[in-house]
């Protein structure tokens, strides 16, 4: 493993959970059984999360007022944010790109959610987490990404290496406080540098090809913007054709959709609504995210000028990464099968 560099934090403001939209059930390999555990008292005893050899640890500390401080390690490379759903996600405020906040503080919000949060802000990350008894299971059948899948050390591990007695892994619910804007990746190029130049641009013969899931029976899509009438309208979606250098439509339209510019957190955003028939695993939204991410093109300012496709994370919305993250038993029996 590679050496942690361990970084202190602190306290948090409660929010209702009421309202809440729930993010669909996780399946958990080999039917563990569930035990009763509350959020906060699993942060007492420290929360650890791995991404491949990358391993993060969140453990309460001492108390400030009616909050703590959250104490939280990581090795070298692993994404610092709890989870925004890409966990590497850039954030944009005010049209700034900045890189994700490493919470500091925490609070208890209800019986079995905690808040974290950084030192200062009234908003944060709310969790719950739901425990189960992974003791003599497979080490490796745990170690998932985003995606779901297994992830490269799970392949290279022993496959009778097995979790010691008194391990837990956590299925982890999360939702934001308020909403939020997330940027997955700044490689993008669009060559477009605001809203506005954006929607021309792809008001015409030229269509914009989305992200999507690569997975067996995948679909790519490309979009046109029509209708533009006092910041909405709506888009044209295309089938889009696979290993092309520029975005090209694959036949007629095959649907239609919305969308709407606003403004998130002092950011421009082009928000995407699109129909049933369009599965948001290809238009880069996971099933695990879709109750609570949208598609946006967000309008970015500084460092430099640029149109990037983001997420709008909404608020009160529950939803889950597939990774699973552990307690500090679990997590000494994945060190040593590592």
Known sequence: MASLKTMTVATLVSLAFAGTVSAAQVAVPHNPPAVPVTTFS?????????????????????REGNAYQLSTSFSKGTPKLFSYGGSRDHIVRNGQLIDPPVSNRLKAVTNNTVMLQRAGR????????????VSGKPIASYLRNQANR?????????PNARFAQGSL???TYMQMSRPEVVIPSTEVITGQKNIDAFIKTFSGKIPNCLNYERRSGSQPYAIRFV???????????????????????DGPKIANGQYKVQTVNGTRVIA????????????????????????????????????????IVHANREFTDNQFRFNSVAAQSIDQAM
Not at 42 to 62: A, D, M, P, R
Not at 287 to 296: G, H, I, V
């Open 42 to 62: 699993q942060f007492q005893t420290g929360v650890y999360h791995y991404l491949e050899q990358n391993k993060s640890v969140f453990k309460v500390g001492k």
């Open 122 to 133: 009234n908003d944060g990350l709310i969790v719950r987490l739901e425990a189960y008894d």
């Open 150 to 158: 297994s992830t490269k050390e799970a392949y290279r591990m022993n």
């Open 169 to 171: 892994a956590y299925v």
């Open 227 to 249: 209708n533009n009438k006092d910041n909405s309208g709506e888009i044209e979606i295309f089938h889009a054709k696979r290993g092309e250098v520029f975005c090209t439509a």
């Open 272 to 311: 995407l609504t699109f129909p049933n028939s369009v599965d948001s695993r290809d238009v880069g939204i996971r099933s695990n995210e879709n109750q609570a991410l949208q598609f946006a093109f967000v309008e970015v300012k500084k460092p430099r000028a640029q149109v990037l496709p983001g997420r």
